[in-house]
């Protein structure tokens, strides 16, 4: 199947930094979707991006349909300590094709 | 109260023991996913039912039996599990329609086998 690679693997950052994570793949996609996992629970969706070069906000969450179809980026800006876990991008070429990144695990230090 | 309801959410068993996920979606959706997480790697999609019927099925061992009697409910039936299949088991459900919805997770049960 297809791969995506999600990077970076991890990040430690400081309260209010901001913060920035991206997807890349050397396939298409026709959505792309940023999720967040926090411990012991399952992923939550954050974000859906259906359109190449879209830009959506859910908060202080910004993301990013890139224009080649092939990759997305995830900010955030002025992290809380709540904004802790790991995130996975996803990338969708059809109703039951869905491939997943590895995630990026994000700690922030009060 | 995520949508996607999950039981149990820990499940300790013998490699010779028989039991069953369950997974109830209180969504509308019309697919249900089982997904098994395990730990650096992507997300990988096992099973995938819509309209009640199995759609795909990912090369995963006949150890793992899953059924779908309604577009409600999903369940993973394990039996003669390794132990390399401790891992945590998400469920998930979308719609499958003229504009696919994302998939929308459990919390996933985290199985150990010993």
């Known amino acids: ?37 926090d411990p012991g629970e399952g992923p939550v969706l954050l974000i859906a991006l259906y359109k190449a070069g879209e830009l959506t906000s859910n908060g202080r969450l910004t993301a990013q349909f890139g224009i080649t179809r092939k990759d997305s980026f995830l900010n955030i800006s002025a992290s809380i300590p709540s904004d802790v876990g ?15 990144g590895t995630g990026t695990r994000l700690t922030v230090i009060p | ?19 069953s996920l369950k997974c109830e979606q209180h969504l509308g959706h019309n697919a249900m996913y089982w997904y098994k997480q395990s730990a650096k790697k992507p997300l990988e999609l096992m099973f995938v039912y819509s309209l009640e019927e199995r759609v795909e099925n990912n090369s995963v061992p006949s150890r793992f039996s899953p059924e779908c009697p309604n577009s409600s409910h999903l369940f993973l039936h394990l039996h003669t599990l390794q132990p390399e299949d401790s891992a945590l088991y998400l469920c998930a459900s979308s719609y499958t329609g003229g504009d696919n919805s994302p998939l929308h997770f459990g919390n996933g049960t985290r199985l150990t086998v010993t």
């Open chain 1, 1 to 37: 199947g297809q791969q995506l690679n999600q990077s970076p693997q991890s990040m430690f950052i400081q309260e209010g930094e901001d913060v920035s994570m991206n997807c890349t793949s050397s396939s298409i996609f026709n959505t792309w979707l940023w999720y967040k996992q």
């Open chain 1, 86 to 100: 790991i995130y996975f991008c996803a990338g969708q070429t059809g109703a039951n094709n869905l491939f997943f």
């Open chain 2, 1 to 19: 109260e995520t949508g996607v309801t999950q039981t149990p959410r820990h499940l300790v068993m013998g490699m010779t023991n028989k039991k």
